[in-house]
């Protein structure tokens, strides 16, 4: 199983930007798709943004189009996610994850990182 450990979390203000990254430690080879995810302590945990492992084909929600980038550097088993124009809304634990995506679309993820905060003040 693979191990995950975010980092680039912290405290903010409106408009500014950060990158968080994760640390793809004993990628599983089985494992194709990669992405990130946020949660509060009011919501569930929510679907931010994902890339294949190739970095062919990223997918984001909505709420993020356009404001923020996830890359894959797989030779050094590294993930990021840039996050730009960020909105109080943004505040949240976010966590990196893997997993696979079948023929027909259907994603099973299979390991999540500890989370890094952001919190972002208005």
């Known amino acids: 199983q693979a191990q995950l450990v975010e980092s680039g979390g912290g405290l903010v203000q409106t408009g500014s930007s950060l990158r968080l990254s994760c640390e793809l430690s004993?990628?599983?080879?089985?494992?194709?798709?990669v992405g990130w995810f946020r949660q509060t302590p009011r919501s569930a945990r929510d679907f931010v943004a994902s890339i294949s492992w190739s970095g062919t084909r990223s997918e984001y929600d909505d709420s993020v189009k356009d404001r923020f980038f996830i890359s894959i550097d797989n030779a050094n088993n590294m993930l990021y996610l840039m996050m730009n124009t960020l909105k109080p809304e943004d505040t949240a634990t976010y966590y990196c994850t893997s997993g696979y995506r079948s023929y027909n679309d259907q994603i099973s993820w299979r390991s999540w990182g500890q989370g890094t905060q952001v919190t972002v003040t208005s």
């Open positions: 004993g990628h599983d080879i089985a494992d194709n798709i």
